[in-house]
């Protein structure tokens, strides 16, 4: 079955430490999103990408950094300069018939 | 500006009770919308979409949503709750932006369903 997956499903973290999120996905997506979600404050955008090689800067890029090797693979990496990283992460991946994302079933990251 | 906006935070309903969650968007062009559902520490399912059409629009789990362009609302009803319906409901309307597309969310709304 085609789907998306995010790995792992609980991490931690150390202060100053980086940390990488994967997600991978066999639905033959171009598009993926990384999202990241607080209590109370709903899902805010990462950074997404339409294409291989190619990303853009969401709304709260600032400390997160991604990469787009592989169509079917869009890592973030959540870096020291994250000051205050500790949220659930959501990926998320779409076709171009504009008929929603596909999501994994996210990370919960903890600083410790 | 686009955006999405979800009124209610929380709602809470006895079960067996009917429910509409609230749903009103701003864009500028033709609305792709939808409607999300997640459990406590589960990723977002998708419930229904509009694209086009008849503005009623049935999903799964019982849930239908109406569009109503003159009001730029798009509710999401269940005419009987059930216990397992208790999650977080979101929102929200797929746009164009700089030549990317990606879907904007509303805050959600938390359902409690009291037995």
């Known amino acids: 079955d085609g789907g998306i997956t995010q790995s792992p499903k609980y991490l931690f973290r150390k202060e100053g430490q980086n940390v990488t999120l994967s997600c991978e996905q066999n639905?033959?997506?171009?598009?993926m999103y990384w999202y990241r979600q607080d209590p109370g404050q709903g899902l805010r955008l990462i950074y997404y990408?339409?294409?291989?090689?190619?990303?853009q800067k969401g709304d709260i890029a600032e400390g997160y950094s991604v990469s787009r090797e592989k169509k079917e693979s869009f890592p973030l990496t959540v870096t020291s300069a994250q000051k205050n990283p500790t949220a659930f992460y959501l990926c998320?991946?779409?076709?171009?018939?504009?008929?929603?994302?596909?999501f994994g079933s996210g990370t919960r990251l903890t600083v410790v | 500006a686009q955006s999405v906006t979800q009124p209610d935070i929380h709602i809470t309903v006895s079960e067996g009770a009917s429910l509409e969650l609230r749903c009103n968007y701003s864009?500028?062009?033709?609305?792709?919308l939808f409607w999300y559902v997640q459990s406590p520490g589960q990723g977002l399912q998708l419930l229904l979409k509009?694209?086009?059409?008849?503005?009623l629009v049935q999903g799964i789990k019982g849930f239908e949503a109406e569009f109503k362009r003159s009001q730029s609302s798009f509710n999401l009803r269940k005419p009987s709750v059930h216990w397992s319906d208790a999650a977080e409901y979101f929102c929200?309307?797929?746009?164009?932006?700089?030549?990317?597309?990606?879907?904007?969310f509303g805050a959600g709304t938390r359902l409690a369903v009291h037995p």
């Open positions: 929200a309307v797929w746009v164009l932006s700089g030549g990317y597309n990606k879907l904007i």
């Open positions: 998320a991946s779409a076709s171009r018939d504009k008929s929603g994302y596909t």
């Open positions: 864009y500028g062009a033709t609305p792709y």
């Open positions: 509009y694209f086009s059409g008849d503005t």
């Open positions: 990408s339409q294409i291989v090689n190619d990303f």
């Open positions: 639905l033959n997506h171009d598009a």
